[in-house]
């Protein structure tokens, strides 16, 4: 596996931009390693950070790299500072950086499969909403999404305080495109795909009651949708549990 480190410009926010990567090596056959062939484009995780974390963050508080490679899959972990992933109310385009541009650009960089099937989002906390609201108004991209702890109710805007309003503006609206109860609730209601979900959340962790709302709310629509809780506070041991959930939760395909 290599871990790199990409800086580049985003023409979308108008700032240079980072994103850490881990990539499956293309041949590998030291002892203990399957040999893999050139040409290979690999699953992808897309994997989103919390509030006051960064591109580094589940590099340096899991074993992400070392879960990672016993599946050949990528993980591309960007930077989105704390925009909660949306067009900010007041601030940058971080919405159309994450669900389009970046997406892009890691394509383009990098040896990643092009494939639905092969492409997945997860995040804990703020990545949590991320990456549902990244499963749920891009299914046509995302074949699963994972939520870590998420904070997945925006209209409890006193939660986060400045940075919850500098997002979504001063009282974030129910019903509107970034409220995932509504958005599961559309997307439930249309012939579209719908991608997989996952979602955990420790017992003793300050958003476990806005996650059961969501789970009981995923529950009464036609989503393939799991569901896992114990205990656990919002904290990186908990995390580093569950992301190995995750990834065998995975719907990976064999990769030849």
């Not at 893999?36 to 974390?53: I, K, P, Q, S, V």
């Not at 490679?69 to 900010?88: C, E, G, I, Q, T």
């Not at 669900?99 to 394509?107: Q, T, Y």
């Not at 994972?146 to 129910?174: K, N, Q, V, W």
Request: net charge negative; aromatic share 10%.
């Amino acid at each position: 596996m290599a871990l790199i480190d990409c800086k580049f410009f985003s023409e979308t926010l108008g700032l240079s931009s980072s994103m850490r990567v881990i990539l499956p090596e293309q041949i590998d056959a030291r002892p203990g390693h399957d040999a893999r062939a050139r040409g290979t484009r690999h699953a992808t995780l897309y994997l989103l950070h919390g509030l006051g974390d960064d591109e580094t963050i589940w590099s340096r508080r899991t074993s992400i790299e070392r879960y990672a490679a016993k599946l050949n899959l990528a993980v591309v972990m960007p930077n989105v500072h704390r925009s909660f992933y949306v067009n900010m109310k007041h601030g940058l385009r971080y919405w159309d950086f994450v669900s389009d541009e970046l997406v892009h650009k890691a394509r383009s960089f990098f040896p990643l499969s092009l494939r639905r099937e092969d492409t997945f989002v997860a995040g804990l906390s703020m990545g949590g909403y991320g990456a549902f609201l990244l499963g749920l108004r891009k299914p046509e991209q995302y074949a699963a999404a994972a939520s870590l702890s998420g904070a997945l109710d925006i209209t409890l805007a006193a939660r986060h305080g400045e940075d919850h309003a500098l997002a979504f503006g001063a009282e974030p609206r129910a019903g509107s495109d970034l409220d995932l109860f509504e958005l599961a609730q559309k997307l439930a209601a249309s012939d579209g795909r719908r991608p997989r979900l996952y979602q955990c959340c420790g017992t003793e962790d300050f958003l476990y009651e806005e996650n059961v709302r969501f789970r009981d709310h995923l529950r009464a629509l036609p989503f393939d949708h799991t569901y896992e809780e114990g205990p656990g506070e919002h904290e990186w041991s908990y995390w580093d549990r569950m992301i190995q959930r995750v990834l065998d939760w995975l719907p990976l395909r064999a990769q030849t």
